[in-house]
C-alpha cells in the first residue's frame, strides 16, 4: 500500500537549520509532484513547498530563500532543507501527494519546533 514516512523534525534555536526527509513506498514516486505542508496550532494549513515530477520547485512566500524542496527520485526520497529558521515555522510538517486518481495521501507528520 501507499506509505509516505517523514523523520527529521526537532528542536533547533532561532536561526538553525533543519533537514526534513519523506521516503514514498507502494507508488511509482518518480512520477508524481511531491509537497511539503505545515500546520500550526490555531493556524491554517499552509502548503510551504512543492516539487514536480521533472523537478521543478515553488515556494511559499513565507519561506522563499530560506527552505529548499529537493528530489531522490532513486532514494524515493522528498526533502525540504530549512534554514535560518524563525518561531513562527513552529508547526507540524506533512508530506503530501495526490495520485492519478485524486485520492490524497498524507505522511504521519514530523513536529518541528522553533526555540531558544
Known amino acids: 500500500q501507499v506509505q509516505l514516512v517523514e523523520s527529521g523534525g526537532g528542536l533547533v534555536q532561532p536561526g538553525g537549520s533543519l533537514r526534513l526527509s519523506c521516503v514514498g513506498s507502494?507508488?511509482?514516486?518518480?512520477?508524481?509532484?511531491m509537497s511539503w505542508y505545515r500546520q500550526a496550532p490555531g493556524k491554517e494549513w499552509e502548503l510551504v513547498a512543492g516539487?514536480?515530477?521533472?523537478?521543478?520547485?515553488n515556494y511559499a512566500d513565507s519561506v522563499k530563500g530560506r527552505f529548499t524542496i529537493s528530489r531522490d527520485n532513486a532514494k524515493n526520497t522528498v526533502y525540504l532543507q530549512m534554514n535560518n529558521l524563525k518561531p513562527e515555522d513552529t508547526a507540524v510538517y506533512y508530506c503530501?501527494?495526490?495520485?492519478?486518481?485524486?485520492?490524497?495521501?498524507w505522511g504521519q507528520g514530523t513536529q518541528v519546533t522553533v526555540s531558544s
Open positions: 507502494g507508488f511509482t514516486f518518480r512520477s508524481y509532484s
Open positions: 516539487i514536480n515530477f521533472a523537478g521543478r520547485p
Open positions: 503530501y501527494f495526490q495520485d492519478l486518481w485524486n485520492i490524497d495521501y
